[in-house]
């Protein structure tokens, strides 16, 4: 379909396809059945019969017979439609490989090792081709030809492109008139193979793939040449681990161990040591430390063997893109998902749409995918803004090599813009382009103020139809091209990567399982559009900062070495407009430079819901390549041998002819048939997009239509199509979660993924984070809620998985620490308000320690501190983030954590789903004006709780202290620092309590320091907590007082 050539709007289930904004005529198509041979031109001919000269009987491509006799005795044999070797004609003489025409040519396949493995799968997918088109339609037949894969055939690799049909309606490329040379085969990327040069003998072919595969050196004359050089540099890995120094992580695993022991000690020393008389504080304080103590081995033991990663994009371009030689990089298709464009601003989604359109890849290798979950007419009329002014942004970023590529945060930037800018056309460009842009700006913020309004009949668009979407629960799917190879090109007349709309069909009574069903539907999309081996998703505030970053993640992917098993990998999310301090730890610098990178050295990072690039086969729940097995150890008879010993074969009346072995393969081949009938259950009732799913190396059917696949992909949103079916279960994103992202990540690295976290110098991607403390613990509540969900689940880590024995341990512990974190926050909740507790009673949870006893104490204490200060040292995290870090686990662990728990517990054991709201009280427009507005919300009543009833501990404790003398200081210090240490670490939300220092009411202060004294004073003189047992006994001295 061209770009702009309309939006399709239908719904599968009832029959309906429209196309709105069709302002074109269509085009007449030339009939392929015609007298003309498409290879040379010449008439094709007739028969010895007098019949019409067919050449393929497959899919009756219009060759010649000179064509036909050239192509079977010089090319490859093969027809250039449909891909299917040319049978002999009556009449025409015999070529190699005639013999045996029924079955695959043995000669052409002579050194093709997968060929033993697939000839059974050929046969099982041509079976499948014809179950999934029991049933349906003579037009779909007519439009959704199956493709050579399930044929047996090689397909051709993906280009990002839609097809241009060469079946039934089509017209083929014009390159293939007055052609009298073999049409050439499109191979995938690096399967260019010897087995197609038939003019060479076989000495010659061997040569050739020893030179491939590099065990055929270059010849003496060939050393100094500098060519050679490249090469050698090009076979070079793309990628390397580095490993932590020594001299930083041994110290940090030792300080590790120490601190396991020292806390072992220290809590057997609390358990034999307790208090009397206050049993209960002490028994409450020895529950929340040994539950401390577990969480502390779940969070820490994955970070046992933290590394580093570099990548050689410069050796990536060396193998991938050779000059004169075609672009060999693989495609990628990009996610962009948003649901409300008044939530999420369409500016913010254009900015990091105009990032992807602009990133530094082959524009015939990226399709960007907008995901409008909201089916708004807001979302679709700026993406086609947006796709207006990416005709002039992208050939400006690629022409001057801007960085960052977003137009909102390259031209707010307070750098030197002229740094290593020579052109001299710069500065007068630069500024035609930012007034491009503040004009863009004005039409998309006319559009937001347009849709501020709804009006009584709904939207309507330009031509006059009612917008489909108009009911947003109620609506048929919608899918539109703005950008792409026809009609799609910039201002300077060069192609653009392709933008596609998409909206998913929505009906009453249908789970849509919110974001994770919407990029399921874009998973099926892109499989049956363009069907990328590789997928970015972004969220729609999330801009490309980095143009290269597809490259930085294909040293990975695309390394022969480890790619094959790598599923996907994760970028660290970086964050522009925070604080400088970072009040409320939203960069969360601990997690990612900490607990990623000991996560890396282990099974891989988890996956955080954006900026990861995926492979589409470990997301369909293929498991990965398994590796050539190690040789299983045998020994001889004799002593001095190790091992097991060989066992003899056990005699069977079938081993002698070999029928045994023939009966275990007709086995084989009924399960492998039976597994490939089972594709209709597992991935839908699509035979497009099913095929799909069968090739690892991407492509899409090179004999469908547009029309056809259009169709299809309509089908695919279809609010019905994943009823029976595996998705979300063991396909795409899992449901079961608002926190979908951990729950993917999980599954497949219980199937034996591995997964590469990559740290770029230059972050990858950038985003927006809530820097008001309200947001901010909302955004904490969703993913503690999540995890709430994981934990009651049946993929909980702590007992899914153990079957195939996939999923390491320490990565266990990870996922495990992930879904149990928030109930660290009902022992927290209690340990925060102990303090206070025993400031108000004059009780402690600890007896008197003697000297002794004091050391552990401060070992723990020191081996706390020294965790943390060599956690630093490896990771170059600065201390501030650290503490910033600690103090924010205290605050949302009682508050977001603890609502979280409450909620997931009603929702699972009641059904009763509470949602918290946040209310804005004010606004601001400076600069971090946001931090400072107070935004009421329920989830700061505990930490506020818990903050004044310590600081009255405080002054109740001093005050007592300053009544009954000198000797009540020494028992009272413990307790001072126990309630300190919870009330620094709540001062960030003391902070943001109380909004900007110069903004705080004054009646505010003055009635907090008044109550503050009165409430001192009176505990003074009434003391109500602590019986009076002071002064002389009256009976004992016989003064009558």
């Known amino acids: 379909m061209e770009a702009n050539a309309g939006l399709v709007a239908g719904s599968h289930n009832r029959n309906e396809l429209v196309v709105i904004h069709g302002h074109e005529e269509p085009k007449s198509l030339k009939n392929l059945d015609g007298q003309v041979c498409e290879i040379c031109g010449d008439e094709v001919g007739l028969t010895v019969d007098g019949d019409l000269f067919v050449a393929c009987n497959e899919c009756g491509f219009p060759a010649c017979r000179p064509c036909y006799e050239y192509e079977r005795r010089e090319g490859s044999q093969l027809c250039p439609q449909c891909k299917t070797r040319y049978k002999r004609l009556k009449g025409s003489p015999r070529v190699e490989g005639d013999e045996d025409e029924e079955d695959i040519d043995d000669i052409e396949h002579e050194f093709n090792i997968e060929d033993e493995q697939n000839k059974h799968k050929y046969l099982a997918e041509a079976m499948l081709h014809g179950k999934m088109s029991y049933g349906r339609g003579p037009d779909d037949d007519d439009n959704a030809q199956f493709p050579p894969v399930i044929a047996g055939v090689r397909s051709r690799p993906v280009s990002g492109e839609f097809p241009i049909s060469s079946y039934g309606h089509g017209e083929m490329p014009s390159s293939l008139h007055k052609r009298v040379h073999p049409y050439p085969m499109s191979e995938p990327a690096g399967s260019e193979r010897w087995d197609e040069k038939k003019e060479g003998g076989w000495k010659e072919r061997m040569d050739d793939w020893k030179l491939q595969q590099g065990n055929l050196g270059p010849e003496t004359d060939d050393i100094n040449d500098p060519d050679m050089a490249m090469i050698d540099e090009a076979r070079q890995p793309l990628s390397r681990k580095v490993p932590i120094a020594s001299s930083k992580v041994n110290p940090y695993r030792m300080v590790i161990v120490a601190r396991l022991v020292i806390l072992a000690f220290f809590l057997r020393y609390r358990i034999l040591n307790p208090v009397h008389d206050a049993f209960g504080l002490w028994l409450t304080s020895i529950i929340c430390e040994i539950w401390f103590a577990f969480s502390w081995i779940l969070d820490q033991f994955p970070k046992w063997f933290p590394i580093d990663r570099e990548t050689y994009l410069d050796r990536l371009s060396l193998r991938y893109e050779r000059e004169g030689e075609p672009n060999m990089l693989s495609p990628v298709d990009i996610f962009v998902s948003t649901v409300d464009p008044m939530k999420e601003p369409p500016l913010v989604t254009a900015n990091t749409v105009l990032s992807i359109l602009a990133m530094d890849y082959p524009v015939d290798k990226i399709s960007c995918y907008v995901s409008d979950d909201g089916a708004s007419m807001l979302t679709f009329e700026s993406l086609s803004e947006t796709a207006e002014f990416a005709r002039k942004w992208v050939p400006f970023c ?8 977003a137009p909102e945060m390259y031209f707010t930037l307070k750098i030197d813009y002229l740094k290593d800018k020579v052109q001299p056309t710069f500065v007068k460009e630069r500024r035609a382009m930012k007034r491009e842009y503040e004009e863009f700006k004005v039409r998309i913020n006319a559009l937001v103020a347009k849709a501020s309004k709804v009006p009584p009949e709904g939207w309507i668009m330009q031509d006059g139809t009612p917008w489909p979407g108009n009911n947003t629960k109620d609506h048929p799917g919608m899918i539109q091209v703005f950008l792409g190879h026809s009609g799609g090109l910039d201002a300077e007349g060069n192609e653009l990567p392709r933008l596609v709309y998409v909206s998913r069909e929505k009906r009453p009574g249908f789970q849509h399982h919110k974001k994770a069903g919407a990029m399921n539907a874009l998973v099926r999309v892109s499989g049956v559009l363009t069907n990328a081996p590789f997928m970015l998703n972004l969220d729609c505030d999330h801009y490309i900062n980095n143009s290269k970053a597809a490259r930085e993640a294909m040293c990975f992917l695309m390394d022969p070495q480890i790619g094959r098993k790598v599923c996907y990998v994760q970028f660290p999310q970086r964050f522009d407009g925070i604080d400088t301090h970072d009040r409320y730890a939203n960069r969360n610098t601990v997690f990612f430079d900490i607990n990623m990178k000991g996560l890396d050295g282990i099974q891989g990072p988890v996956y955080v819901g954006t900026g990861c690039v995926f492979r589409r086969q470990a997301l369909y729940g293929y498991e990965p390549p398994k590796g050539p097995k190690r040789p299983k150890m045998v020994s001889c008879d004799c002593c001095p041998c190790f091992g097991r010993r060989k066992k003899l074969p056990k005699y069977s009346k079938h081993s002698a002819n070999g029928d045994a072995a023939n009966l275990q393969g007709m086995e084989d081949d009924k399960e492998l048939l039976l597994s490939q009938m089972n594709f209709e259950k597992k991935f839908g009732q699509s035979a497009i997009f099913v095929t799909s799913t069968l090739m690892d190396q991407g492509g899409v059917p090179p004999s469908s239509s547009p029309a056809a696949l259009l169709k299809e992909a309509i089908h695919v949103i279809s609010c019905g199509y994943e009823d029976k079916t595996e998705w979300g279960t063991e396909l795409g994103w899992i449901y079961g979660s608002i926190t979908e992202d951990i729950l993917t990540g999980f599954k497949m690295h219980c199937r034996g993924w591995r997964s590469i976290y990559c740290v770029p110098k230059i972050p990858a991607f950038k985003g927006s984070a809530p820097i008001n403390l309200s947001d901010r613990l909302n955004q904490v509540l969703r993913w503690a809620l999540g995890s709430v969900e994981i934990f009651f689940s049946r993929h909980s880590p702590a007992w899914y998985g153990y079957k195939g024995g996939k999923l390491k341990w320490l990565e266990r512990f990870a996922y495990v620490n992930t879904t149990i974190y928030p109930f660290t926050s009902l022992p927290l909740l209690a340990y925060c308000t102990l303090p206070a507790i025993c400031l108000l009673t004059d009780k402690f949870i600890m007896p008197p320690i003697s000297t002794f006893a004091s050391l552990f104490f401060i070992a723990l204490f020191i081996s706390i501190f020294a965790t943390g200060i060599l956690e630093l040292r490896w990771s170059g995290v600065s201390i501030e983030e650290w503490w910033r870090n600690e103090q ?99 001062y960030p939300f003391l902070k943001g309590l109380m909004g900007r220092q110069n903004r705080t009411p004054t009646i505010v202060v003055i009635w907090s320091i008044l109550l503050a004294s009165i409430f001192s004073l009176l505990w003074v003189r009434i003391d109500p907590f602590v019986l009076k047992t002071k002064g002389p006994d009256t009976k004992q001295c016989g003064i009558n007082c």
């Open 888 to 986: 924010f686990w205290v605050i949302g662990g009682v508050s977001a954590h603890l609502f979280a728990v409450v909620q997931g517990l009603l929702k699972i054991l009641a059904g009763i789903d509470t949602n918290f709201t946040v209310t804005s009280k004010a606004t601001d427009d400076e600069e971090f004006g946001e931090l400072y507005a107070f935004k009421w919300t329920t989830l700061l009543i505990p930490p506020t709780t818990i903050l004044i009833i310590n600081l009255v501990g405080v002054v109740a404790g001093i005050s007592d202290a300053i009544n009954n003398g000198y000797q009540a200081w020494g028992p009272l210090f413990g307790k001072l620092f126990f309630a300190f240490w919870v009330i620094v670490h709540l």
């Open 398 to 405: 690629k022409k001057f090599s801007i960085e960052p590529r």
